[in-house]
């Protein structure tokens, strides 16, 4: 059996939808002949869910490393620490993780005798890691793999420091992609600007988008709820340009021409979301009692409220760079059988797989006239038992983390006259 050393900074016991890609490519690559080997930090992570260890069978070697961590401290430096870490370090707060441990992940490689490296990013210090391997020992295979984009990141160009970190960056990823062996994004529009940026990618490059795990769902109540109101759940982060704004301006229209009652309206926001964000929406909005937080949840769990749902809400929002990727959580979505309502853009990477598999409705995050009159349509049809969606299954098979996870062995594959190092 091959062996691939799985270097992923975020990896369980850390909750969060980050970790989710990598754990399931480690859950299911034994199956296609490929033993992962995992190098990941020492969890200091307030965000757990050790309701994810379960996916990861015993037998599989996790190396968890010193974590040099500057985000998660407590005491009188936490803050100057945390900006220095979030603001000031280069590429990010895990600089300090990548640099002190490179050692020792030679080492390890070297123990394990690995033929193939594989890192993921966030955070993109990972692929730091990945470059000095790939300098120490040229014969290595390193597949580099993009949960998001690095220097044309849309969250990243929303904030002028970081605007400026990335002109430095820039020079970081092109000595990253120029070394890699083969690069993967989770959309073909990411895809497509890693490629534009560097054309030497061009056939050695492809996508693998994100997806969902039929064992997640082995233990969840599927049965539809017949709620005396309409619930729409919100799963996942809210920071940045995803928020909930645009969707409470359509909301908002609808209530003032009286063609939705919010008394018969639940928003449940379920994950890492400060309740002074959510108390500051009800105030600024005049709907106290109608968002409601469940904080971060366990895995399945969380997925249990998905179907205790009427409706779920997907965000990105608006502005450049928006369309090229979609959340994590979307594939999830798209499994459970309950309408989608997502404003996104209508051109962009989380739109063409609602589309394509059928299941909700697109609105432009700009447009809230759209997006009232849609939650309109939408609460009509909920109040004549109407709610329904006919999804195309063939389409929403196609992303199984099984199916995806044998995209990559084939990726790690290629190399098979490798030399062992």
């Not at 990411?190 to 039929?214: A, C, Q, R, W």
């Not at 366990?298 to 990727?325: A, C, R, T, V, W």
């Not at 996104?344 to 006239?369: L, R, S, W």
């Amino acid at each position: 059996m091959k062996k691939v050393l799985i270097i992923a900074n975020q990896f369980p016991p850390m909750g969060g939808a980050g970790v989710q890609r990598t754990t399931k490519f480690v859950k299911y690559l034994p199956m296609y002949g490929i033993e992962p080997i995992v190098v990941t930090k020492e969890h200091v992570d307030k965000l757990t869910d050790n309701s994810l260890l379960d996916d990861i069978n015993d037998k599989i070697k996790i190396y968890r490393l010193a974590p040099y961590d500057l985000v998660n401290k407590k005491g009188i430096l936490k803050l100057p620490l945390k900006f220095i870490g979030t603001r000031i370090m280069m590429p990010d707060s895990e600089c300090f993780w990548y640099y002190f441990n490179r050692k020792k992940v030679f080492e390890i490689i070297k123990k394990e005798k690995t033929e193939i490296i594989y890192t993921t990013s966030f955070p993109y210090s990972a692929h730091l890691l990945g470059l000095y391997i790939k300098k120490k020992l040229p014969k290595i295979h390193w597949v580099v793999d993009f949960r998001d984009e690095w220097t044309n990141n849309p969250y990243h160009l929303d904030n002028t420091v970081r605007k400026i970190k990335l002109m430095l960056e820039r020079k970081m990823e092109k000595n990253v992609t120029n070394n890699c062996d083969y690069l993967i994004t989770n959309t073909p529009f990411m895809l497509k600007n890693f490629v534009k940026d560097n054309p030497t990618l061009k056939g050695k490059s492809s996508y693998i988008p994100n997806g969902y795990d039929e064992d997640d769902f082995k233990t969840i109540n599927t049965q539809k709820q017949q709620n005396n109101k309409l619930i729409i759940t919100h799963t996942g982060s809210l920071y940045g340009r995803r928020n909930l704004t645009e969707f409470l301006d359509g909301l908002k229209i609808a209530v003032d021409s009286k063609k939705i009652d919010k008394s018969k309206i639940e928003i449940r926001i379920v994950g890492n979301v400060h309740q002074k964000v959510l108390d500051d929406y009800s105030r600024k909005y005049n709907i106290e009692g109608v968002i409601k937080s469940y904080g971060y949840l366990p895995h399945k769990e969380s997925i249990q409220e998905l179907y205790n749902s009427d409706i779920l809400l997907l965000l990105i929002g608006k502005g450049k760079g928006s369309e090229n990727f979609y959340t994590g959580k979307l594939f999830e979505y798209i499994f459970v059988n309950r309408p989608i309502l997502a404003i996104v853009p209508e051109k962009g990477a989380a739109a063409q797989v609602i589309k394509e598999t059928k299941t909700g409705f697109v609105v432009e995050p700009e447009n809230v006239h759209a997006i009232s009159k849609e939650l309109i349509n939408l609460y009509e049809k909920w109040l004549n038992k109407k709610l329904i969606i006919m999804p195309n299954n063939e389409k929403i098979e196609k992303y199984s983390r099984k199916t995806q996870t044998k995209e990559l062995s084939k990726i790690l594959k290629i190399n098979n006259d490798s030399e062992e190092v």
